[in-house]
């Protein structure tokens, strides 16, 4: 793997050839081929997400047909994915949780915090992860906690929304926790008793508490993992790194602020740059405290590195990459879940929008502008034209240094 770093001259301007995921795995039939090399490694989730997401916006999950009255043109929309790693339901989904968590939020400030592991713990939790991740969650709702009955001198129950991303700008596994918290909490009494200031070293020295000790716990009791226990105490007197600097005052800009931080895979598709058929590039941006851009860094990987990064981090089965604690969690089981539940349930957000909209919603004609009308709802699914594997030609890679420059 490759990195080049450049000082900023930067473009942020998306060109309209984006190159997507969709389009890296089905080329030179990658994925197929990266699935018959690794397939004793990869886990049946990854398998499963990764062909749903191929099929995406692809008729044999079916589709919507409507004609235009006008002109007669006709138009097709696909049916969605609903996949964990899928860029374009996963829009859709980060849209639609964004609006709806914003309205059933406290009318109350937010603070975003950001909650960072030691790098020495990033093997660990990802040899432990079916138990860690869920750990790593819980130890922020008891170290944001403990945070504010040390600040207030009494136990108050905060609004916590937690979200756990496994990866980092540059793809590399790295948990980390984004919190979106309420700037107080709620005595026993019901009265509301407000926190302006975080107190930061308190929470950090919290949180790396609580992790430390939940991961001795839960990893084998070796010299060697004590050691490291240890070390980290010790080498982190000023505790694991948070930033909880922003603070959001109103529910318009919450709803646009936290869509960024959910169901979306590990890399846009708006930060690839480049795709040559053997190597993938993007980039991410390095910021500084006030989140001004300070360098921008290219990463290169072969085609099989990237997929290997890329689909580490789609979750396991069940696992929720979403959580919901303190007075949140109430709202959660007795109104939100319902809520989101009722926009959500459906196979694709794709499709749950297109069903709710029948008869109210229909396209615009790309022809003459006219409003569209539906013509029929397809669910057929077609036998496949091709099977990888019954060809001669599907065998071509065997022999050559798949996916590296």
């Known amino acids: 793997m490759q990195e080049l770093i450049t000082l900023p001259n930067i473009n942020t301007q998306q060109t309209e050839n984006r190159i997507t995921i969709n389009h890296i795995f089905t080329h030179n039939s990658n994925w197929e081929v990266y699935k018959h090399k690794h397939l004793d490694e990869l886990r049946e989730v990854e398998i499963k997400e990764i062909e749903k997401m191929l099929q995406c916006q692809n008729n044999p999950r079916g589709y919507f047909v409507y004609a235009c009255p006008n002109c007669g043109e006709v138009k097709i929309i696909h049916f969605g994915c609903n996949s964990r790693i899928c860029t374009h339901c996963g829009k859709k989904y980060a849209d639609k949780w964004a609006e709806n968590l914003a309205k059933n939020t406290f009318d109350v400030p937010h603070r975003h915090c950001v909650m960072t592991i030691a790098e020495q713990l990033r093997p660990i939790f990802k040899e432990y992860r079916e138990c860690l991740l869920k750990i790593l969650m819980d130890c922020a709702i008891t170290a944001i906690s403990d945070m504010m009955e040390w600040k207030l001198g009494r136990e108050v129950t905060p609004g916590v929304v937690v979200v756990i991303h496994t990866y980092g700008k540059d793809m590399k596994f790295n948990p980390h926790i984004h919190a979106l918290v309420t700037e107080g909490g ?206 001669i030609e599907d065998w071509h890679w065997i022999g050559r240094d798949f996916g590296r420059a």
């Open 186 to 391: 709620f005595k026993e009494n019901s009265a509301w008793v407000s926190v302006n200031k975080f107190p930061y070293k308190m929470l950090r020295k919290a949180w790396q508490y609580q992790i430390l000790t939940r991961v001795k716990e839960v990893i084998p009791d070796t010299s060697e993992n004590r050691r490291l226990i240890d070390f980290l105490f010790k080498n982190y007197p000023e505790g694991f790194y948070v930033r909880a600097k922003d603070s959001i005052k109103s529910k318009r800009k919450l709803s646009a602020y936290i869509g960024r931080y959910i169901r979306h895979p590990a890399v846009a598709e708006c930060r690839i740059t480049n795709y040559d058929g053997k190597t993938v590039t993007f980039y991410y941006d390095e910021k500084n405290e006030k989140g001004e851009v300070i360098k921008r860094h290219y990463v290169t990987m072969s085609v099989e590195e990237f997929i290997s990064a890329l689909i580490g981090h789609i979750p396991d089965t069940q696992f929720k990459t979403v959580r919901y604690y303190g007075v949140y969690y109430r709202v959660k089981k007795n109104h939100f879940n319902q809520l989101i539940r009722r926009s959500l349930c459906l196979g694709s957000i794709t499709q749950e929008k297109l069903t709710k909209w029948t008869g109210k919603w229909a396209p615009d004609c790309p022809r003459c502008g006219c409003k569209m009308q539906l013509a029929w709802v397809d669910y057929g699914e077609p036998p496949p034209n091709h099977i990888f594997g019954t060809k």
